[in-house]
């Protein structure tokens, strides 16, 4: 006998036919269900499931301020448009655009990713460069968006392993650096 699931009564769904995530999607990390209903697609009230990310987490416990979180969503912002995911990262160091003719070339980039680039590129060397722990881990917790014991454990400083707790530390203190050079007139 054939089984027939109905949309809202089938495997992974909960009474009211929400889809649940499932366990896979919990190793992953942290997820929970919205406060307030959003729009669906058809413009439905409905209640999605999201990841609680690394910021919204430590700020929640009281480790970071409201404005720490702002610099680090700030900076992942940056790091969004300047396209420097591991996938398609161009050489930061160097600009591509010619200042003299302001002409570019089809493969360079536009203002806005190179504007993004030098952005990010100055929050970096604000906590220290690449080489430091803090450059390194905003570059790989917040631009990657791996998570942090992700970076403790596999990456870490200069390729050594730290504690979850001194990880904890290195990015606080990033944050509270990028803080007030992002609060800076200059650098907005």
């Given at each position: 006998?054939?089984?027939?699931?109905?949309?809202?009564?089938?495997?992974?769904?909960?009474?009211?036919?929400?889809?649940?995530?499932?366990?896979?999607?919990?190793?992953?990390?942290?997820?929970?269900?919205?406060?307030?209903?959003?729009?669906?697609?058809?413009?439905?009230?409905?209640?999605?499931?999201?990841?609680?990310?690394?910021?919204?987490?430590?700020?929640?416990?009281?480790?970071?301020?409201?404005g720490?979180r702002?610099?680090?969503?700030?900076?992942?912002?940056?790091?969004a448009?300047?396209?420097?995911?591991?996938?398609?990262?161009?050489?930061?160091?160097?600009?591509?655009?010619?200042?003299?003719?302001?002409?570019?070339?089809?493969?360079?980039?536009?203002?806005?990713?190179?504007?993004?680039?030098?952005?990010?590129?100055?929050?970096?060397?604000?906590?220290?460069?690449?080489?430091?722990?803090?450059?390194?881990?905003?570059?790989?917790?917040?631009?990657?968006?791996?998570?942090?014991?992700?970076?403790?454990l596999?990456?870490?400083?200069?390729?050594?392993?730290?504690?979850?707790?001194?990880?904890?530390?290195?990015?606080?203190?990033?944050?509270?650096?990028?803080e007030?050079?992002?609060?800076?007139?200059?650098?907005?």
């Open positions: 006998m054939r089984r027939h699931h109905s949309r809202r009564g089938g495997p992974g769904t909960g009474l009211d036919g929400d889809v649940s995530p499932t366990p896979e999607r919990h190793n992953h990390g942290v997820i929970e269900r919205l406060e307030r209903p959003i729009g669906d697609d058809a413009g439905r009230p409905a209640r999605p499931y999201r990841s609680v990310d690394t910021l919204a987490i430590m700020q929640r416990r009281g480790t970071i301020t409201a720490m702002q610099a680090g969503e700030d900076f992942r912002a940056r790091f448009t300047a396209q420097l995911d591991p996938l398609s990262a161009y050489d930061i160091s160097r600009l591509r655009i010619d200042h003299r003719s302001g002409l570019r070339s089809g493969d360079e980039p536009g203002l806005r990713i190179e504007k993004a680039r030098e952005a990010v590129w100055r929050a970096i060397l604000v906590v220290g460069g690449l080489n430091s722990a803090g450059g390194s881990c905003l570059w790989q917790v917040l631009g990657w968006e791996r998570s942090l014991k992700e970076w403790a596999e990456r870490g400083w200069s390729g050594k392993r730290v504690s979850q707790e001194a990880a904890s530390g290195v990015l606080i203190a990033a944050l509270g650096t990028l007030g050079h992002f609060s800076g007139p200059q650098n907005c």
